[in-house]
């Protein structure tokens, strides 16, 4: 009967460290707002984050399309239909578990302008 009472509450602290363990509450948010170049090569919005639980790419503008891909080592491309997605006005992109790209993520403008994308990324601490 000892040990039946050891098991159980061996396993209720496991599962009490598991539940703390994949809290949100131990996970941090940054927010910040990123210049898009419109020319030239593509810009790094978020680096490469091993501790990335989701992230969030928001345009804002009513008018100018933003052009997001990912690029994990070497310069950074220019970014075209074949390398990228396109945000287009006034849209967001949200990405977490279990689709989660840890990679760094890069964006340009798809117009003449230079574009501000503001993202927020949650991490572990």
């Not at 501790?51 to 080592?73: K, Q």
């Not at 006005?89 to 230079?114: D, E, Q, V």
Request: net charge neutral; aromatic share 8%.
């Amino acid at each position: 009967m000892y040990n039946y009472f050891k098991l159980i509450l061996g396993v209720v602290c496991l599962v009490m460290a598991l539940f703390w363990a994949q809290s949100p509450v131990l996970a941090q948010s940054t927010a910040k707002g990123i210049t898009c170049p419109a020319t030239g090569t593509s810009i790094e919005v978020l680096p490469a984050n091993g501790s990335r639980l989701s992230a969030v790419l928001v345009n804002d503008l009513p008018t100018n399309s933003i052009r997001f891909g990912g690029n994990n080592v070497g310069t950074l491309p220019v970014l075209n239909d074949t390398n990228s997605i396109i945000l287009l006005p006034g849209a967001a992109y949200g990405f977490n578990l279990p689709g989660l790209y840890y990679g760094r993520i890069i964006c340009m403008s798809t117009t003449a302008t230079p574009i501000i994308v503001h993202i927020t990324e949650t991490t572990y601490p």
